[in-house]
């Protein structure tokens, strides 16, 4: 029984060896079949993956292609496009040569045809003259047959009674001139008066069209200069005055027509003084900051001269307007003096003569208001002036005092002609007015606005006293080429439009910036 217990053990031990040997079988064939399996998804994943990546960057290699061939075909467009612009513009510059060589040819036709004229009649008078002289000689002879004289005789007793004649028209001449010189005599002295007085004002329009900077030291000039002059060309450029920078000791002198530009360059120069950092950057920073608060001035002014006339119910607008007359002159006047003057003299006549006194001062304070901005308004002050009042609803004696106090209409107010006549007596007082500031300012005012006339231009300046003109250009529509025309066109311009002395020197400025900030 132990015997076979224990033979029937080995016999389950075996069968359950065998057992677990299959099993174990069955398992790693499955787990093979199991990792097979796994690998070939990896595989399939592996080529599905690499077909992908294979499409992108193909898509990828395809859309780079497509941008850069766009990019070739719009620069491509550009180019055309330049080109057809450049040849539009050689084309009209051949129309126009072609024009003017057909003008050459007419007017050397005319010429000619002229010459032949002038010729055929030289030719005529020649012929007349021998015809002539044969009958002056024939008359003659006639004359001495029939007046039984001799030709001596005859040329002595003609020339008694020409000498006598001439005589008579002579003493008549000199009598005639005599009357015209006493006629005349009080005119040409007042015009001699009067260029004496204009000459003598040199002086004062060089006062009036300067300010003075005064400097720490001479090293400041340095620095006010920059490397290569970068800084000063920065300050004119930016402030549109000229710089002059000369042996005067500690002092620089800012020179230009325009007050309110003279005004800006004068406080932002000192403040770049004071504060010592001087460069490009700073030099527009301060030119920006100094033009806000210029405005805040500019309604001080316009509120002070209302307030010393006593009136206080003026639009802001219009205070502010004021307050631009204070850097304006007419003939070197200063025409917000100039307007309180006629204000408190209109007030004082109206007092006397029983008319509106308020109304008075308020006409007289505003009948020159168009001059604050006519430089940058088409028409006369006297019209912008009544469009300005009549757009803040000012009384309609306001509108006929400004139209009337230089006789653009008829006055229909008595306020309006006390208004006239206290303009022409603050204008005549004496040493109020001088001419030549105004024809100055005049001269320089076109040439800005001849400048400002063509496209693509940003700013004109004139600086120099008038001897040249800074134009500031667009970069992204003028080009180095287009400025050589522009500066050509300019100055051609001058030349038909305006009459100067010496010769105008035209400046094309044309730079491209680029701005970014590190963060």
């Known amino acids: 029984m132990t015997l076979d217990g224990g033979i029937l053990t080995l016999v389950l031990m075996a069968v359950?060896?065998?057992c677990g040997y299959l099993l174990r079988y069955v398992v790693a064939l499955r787990r093979i079949q199991e990792a097979e399996d796994q690998a070939h998804q990896i595989l399939r994943g592996a080529e599905q993956e690499a077909d992908r990546k294979t499409r992108e960057a193909v898509r990828e290699a395809q859309e780079a292609w497509e941008r850069t061939q766009n990019r070739f075909a719009q620069e491509a467009e550009a180019s055309r496009h330049e080109l057809r612009r450049m040849e539009d513009k050689l084309a009209q510059r051949e129309a126009q040569l072609e024009r003017r060589f057909v003008d050459v040819e007419h007017l050397q036709r005319d010429?000619?045809?002229?010459?032949?004229?002038?010729k055929q009649r030289e030719d005529d008078y020649a012929q007349k003259s021998l015809v002539l002289e044969d009958l002056y000689a024939d008359q003659l002879q006639r004359l001495e047959q029939i007046g039984e004289m001799s030709r001596a005789e005859a040329k002595e007793e003609l020339m008694e009674g020409m000498l006598s004649e001439a005589r008579t028209d002579v003493y008549e001449q000199i009598r005639r001139m005599e009357l015209e010189a006493k006629d005349t005599a009080q005119k040409r002295a007042s015009f001699y008066t009067s260029l004496a007085i204009?000459?003598?004002?040199?002086?004062?329009?060089?006062?009036?069209?300067?300010?003075?900077?005064?400097?720490?030291?001479?090293e400041m000039k340095g620095r006010i200069i920059g490397r290569e002059?970068?800084?000063?060309?920065?300050?004119?450029?930016?402030?549109?005055?000229?710089?002059?920078?000369?042996?005067?000791p500690d002092a620089v002198v800012v020179s230009g027509f325009d007050p309110i530009r003279r005004e800006i360059a004068r406080l932002t120069l000192e403040r770049l003084v004071s504060d010592g950092r001087i460069h490009p950057g700073r030099i527009e920073e301060m030119v920006s900051k100094v033009q806000l608060e210029m405005e805040d001035m500019l309604r001080e002014h316009g509120e002070g001269a209302a307030f010393a006339v006593g009136i206080d119910d003026l639009h802001p607008d219009l205070i502010k307007l004021l307050g631009r007359l204070r850097y304006r002159t007419s003939y070197s006047q200063n025409v917000l003096q100039h307007v309180q003057e006629t204000a408190f003299l209109a007030g004082v006549m109206a007092v006397e003569l029983g008319a509106d006194?308020?109304?008075?001062?308020?006409?007289?304070?505003?009948?020159?208001?168009?001059?604050?901005?006519?430089?940058?308004?088409?028409?006369?002050?006297?019209?912008?002036?009544?469009?300005?009042?009549?757009?803040?609803?000012?009384p309609d004696v306001v509108l006929n005092a400004i139209g009337c106090h230089h006789e653009d209409e008829e006055p229909r107010y008595l306020e309006a002609i006390l208004v006239a006549a206290s303009d022409a007596l603050s204008a005549a007082r004496p040493g109020a007015r001088r001419e030549m500031l105004e024809d100055y300012v005049k001269r320089l005012r076109k040439l800005e606005e001849i400048g400002d006339s063509f496209a693509g231009v940003e700013k004109t300046y004139a600086i120099q006293a008038g001897r040249e003109i800074r134009i500031v250009v667009h970069p992204e529509t003028v080009t180095d080429a287009d400025a050589h025309f522009l500066a050509r066109s300019v100055a051609d311009r001058i030349e038909q439009e305006m009459v100067y002395p010496g010769q105008i020197k035209v400046t094309i400025l044309r730079e491209t910036r680029t701005t970014e900030y590190a963060r």
Do not use: C, M, W
């Open 16 to 18: 359950a060896g065998f």
């Open 111 to 118: 010429l000619q045809q002229r010459e032949e004229q002038f």
């Open 198 to 218: 204009q000459r003598f004002a040199a002086d004062h329009v060089v006062e009036n069209a300067v300010s003075v900077v005064a400097l720490p030291n001479e």
């Open 229 to 248: 002059g970068r800084n000063i060309r920065a300050f004119e450029t930016a402030t549109g005055v000229d710089l002059v920078i000369d042996d005067t």
């Open 357 to 394: 006194e308020r109304l008075a001062r308020r006409a007289g304070l505003l009948h020159d208001i168009g001059k604050a901005a006519d430089r940058t308004t088409q028409g006369t002050h006297v019209q912008i002036g009544q469009e300005i009042a009549q757009r803040y609803n000012e």
